[in-house]
């Protein structure tokens, strides 16, 4: 589980109520909600969806036949009204929704009515690139404020969005699109990254020399590299947005209508395209911000310091801030550029009210040092979140004290790309915190733990975490694969029964604590990448016959990439070899995924029926005793691996 390391540390009797300040002026001081949404989930969730406007009201709340759900089905609303014509309509059309910063540190301000019109004429744009409802755009973009506009153009007029990670590499790219057959793409010439360019037109051209399904590309100028524009294919979005007509009414949507697509690793080396839908995704994006945040639109200033190309950015960036009306703050570049001081500089020149980032991050800032932090005013922070992967009580209570001066709540905030919306977290005005745990299911949301038999397990105890009831932000399906689907999530424990493949425990008050995947799937930094997908990148370098991959714990990046790899006969292997193979795989799929270490083996330990057994080279990798290793074929070949592993040169 890659969480020994962290178990080792939790202390389940250190408990924080809500700061006294915070609290006096907090939504939801009372914890009744819970018993209130526990009495009657629909209704509570029906109650939170009759915040949105609705342009017909659904009849039925929840239409469940595991595992497929519909929420508010019937009901027709349309997002990027719900996120801004409304506000504009209620006067707040001068209210700030970005504050949006580059890299390099030029700046724009984005008001709702600037951001409602930007909107309106590059859905037009849409329109005359010839993309419609149920149309599928693929959105390969650095952290730009077109990216937001164009999410919610495709949203006004019911295309599909399917934004790939600025950071994924052509073919990552070329398989996305070609997956759900996107007929447009929107890229940009560059994105700015740690003060240098990279050129994603450059890793979109290679992408495109074989995605039949584009008809065209639309090129956001950002960076000013020179890029090719292929004629008739190829277009600027300054020539081709701004001169469009202002006005375009948005579409009337089913509630159950796809809003977007986003891609994740999964335990196989395909990605999978999660499905989210219209009116159950908003209805719970919104409530989660709103609370979880504790937002007041008229005075926060907040900040998710994802990108909006992982499922993150999606809900707490575009979708939940917008439909609260809220006023964000958006970062195009990395947390040290130009210094380590650059995220509290932001804080502190935007008046910064919610921080909401991951623990990898907060790590680095701790190892960066506090005089970073302690250089700006950060008083205006009122609350801090992070997301992404489980945090060690360490870094949540340096996150409270030195960032927070301990009066913000630390609200821990367990979900995936699947849940759509935040599933376990405290509300911070009413919900006792404990350093490294997520605390309860939100209202509403219905959370257990299960035994590898199917039994539940009590409390205190551990196993694996499920969702026992559905949730309106759920995924509705994996584009194109419903087998996938079905086996990936719901059949594990049967009808109805949500396997989120994450270990869990929850501790004599009843506490969730989060301990790290139970799957092929590693956490780096927060992000998901699937063992089995980095080892099919390995493989198709014609100098490896065999690879092996396993996440290590890793004090920094909660997990770190190692990989065994055994090559073709005649092959010499040595670091070059071993260099040109992580940089095979960053290529391949994206840097993010390059092995942090890489160790040749002459053979892999395997069971009788040749299965490779990753959880003896975690052991390796990990330096830890072995485990079983009664089914091995053949044991000599650990001792080996073993061996060679302590004394190759690795980082970590
Ligand atoms: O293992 C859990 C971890 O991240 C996984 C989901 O990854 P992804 O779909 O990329 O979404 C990340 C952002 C929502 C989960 O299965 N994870 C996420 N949040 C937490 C977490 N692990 C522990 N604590 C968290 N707060």
Not at 485 to 495: L, P
Request: with cysteine.
């Amino acid at each position: 589980m890659g969480s020994d390391a962290i178990e080792g540390l939790l202390d389940e009797s250190r408990t924080f109520p809500p700061p006294v300040e915070f609290k006096k002026g907090s939504l939801q001081t009372s914890a009744e909600i819970y018993d209130e949404a526990e009495a009657d989930f629909e209704g509570f969730w029906a109650r939170e969806a009759a915040e949105l406007d609705w342009y017909q009201e659904w009849d039925t709340i929840l239409d469940w036949q595991p595992p497929y759900a519909k929420w508010f089905v019937g009901g027709k609303l349309n997002v990027s009204h719900n996120c801004l014509d409304r506000h504009v309509e209620a006067g707040h059309g001068d209210q700030v929704a970005y504050h949006w910063e580059g890299e390099p540190g030029d700046t724009r301000t984005i008001t709702y009515a600037q951001l409602l019109d930007d909107v309106q004429r590059t859905a037009n744009a849409l329109k005359e690139l010839g993309v419609g409802r149920g149309d599928r755009v693929a959105v390969y973009l650095g952290m730009v404020p077109e990216l937001p506009t164009i999410m919610l153009a495709c949203a006004r007029i019911g295309a599909i969005h399917s934004v790939v990670f600025g950071g994924f590499s052509a073919a990552a790219l070329r398989d996305r699109i070609n997956d759900s057959e996107c007929k447009l793409l929107v890229t940009a010439d560059g994105a700015w990254r740690r003060g240098s360019v990279f050129s994603l037109k450059d890793n979109a051209d290679e992408a495109l020399a074989d995605t039949p399904s584009i008809e065209h590309v639309l090129v956001v100028k950002r960076t000013e590299n020179d890029v090719e524009m292929t004629d008739g294919r190829d277009l600027w979005w300054h020539d081709v947005v701004p001169g469009q007509d202002a006005d375009c009414p948005p579409e009337h949507m089913d509630s159950e209508d796809l809003l977007y697509l986003l891609y994740t690793s999964g335990t196989t080396g395909k990605p999978k395209g999660i499905m989210h839908t219209t009116g159950g995704y908003l209805t719970q994006v919104a409530f989660t911000h709103k609370y979880v945040f504790d937002l007041k639109p008229d005075s926060d200033v907040f900040w998710c310091a994802a990108d909006i190309g992982w499922v993150t950015g999606h809900s707490y960036i575009v979708y939940g801030p917008l439909a609260n009306r809220a006023t964000s703050v958006m970062y195009e570049g990395t947390p040290n550029h130009p210094a380590e001081d650059r995220f509290w500089a932001i804080v502190a020149k935007y008046g910064v009210t919610q921080l909401y980032t991951a623990p990898t991050a907060i790590r680095a800032f701790m190892k960066w040092g506090d005089e970073h932090p302690a250089k700006h005013d950060l008083s205006s922070l009122r609350l801090l979140g992070t997301v992404g992967e489980p945090i060690n009580p360490e870094a949540w209570m340096w996150y409270r004290e030195v960032i927070g001066g301990d009066r913000c709540p630390v609200v821990d905030t367990w979900w995936q790309t699947e849940t759509g919306g935040m599933m376990i977290a405290p509300l911070p005005g009413a919900t006792t915190t404990k350093p490294g745990s997520a605390t309860f299911p939100l209202p509403g949301i219905s959370a257990t733990i299960y035994d590898d038999r199917g039994n539940e397990v009590g409390v205190p105890g551990g196993g694996y975490l499920v969702l026992d009831r559905p949730w309106p932000s759920m995924l509705r399906g994996i584009w194109g694969d419903e087998q996938r689907f079905k086996d990936t999530y719901w059949s594990r424990y049967g009808e109805g029964i949500y396997f989120a493949g994450d270990g869990a425990k929850r501790d004599a008050d009843g506490y969730f604590w989060l301990l790290g995947r139970v799957d092929d799937v590693m956490n780096v930094s927060g992000h998901r990448i699937s063992t089995t997908e980095v080892e099919s990148a390995l493989v198709s370098h014609p100098a490896v016959a065999e690879a092996a991959v396993v996440g290590r714990a890793d004090a920094q990046t909660g997990q770190a990439i190692a990989a065994f790899v055994t090559t073709r006969g005649g092959v010499e292997e040595n670091e070059d070899l071993a260099k040109e193979l992580r940089d095979h795989v960053a290529k391949m799929i994206s840097p993010i995924a390059k092995p942090a270490s890489l160790l040749f083996t002459g053979d892999l330990p395997k069971t009788r029926s040749g299965k490779i057994m990753r959880r003896l080279l975690k052991d390796i990798a990990e330096d830890k005793q072995l485990g079983d290793t009664t089914t091995l074929a053949d044991a000599s070949v650990v001792d080996s691996i073993k061996n060679r592993y302590l004394d190759s040169p690795h980082d970590g």
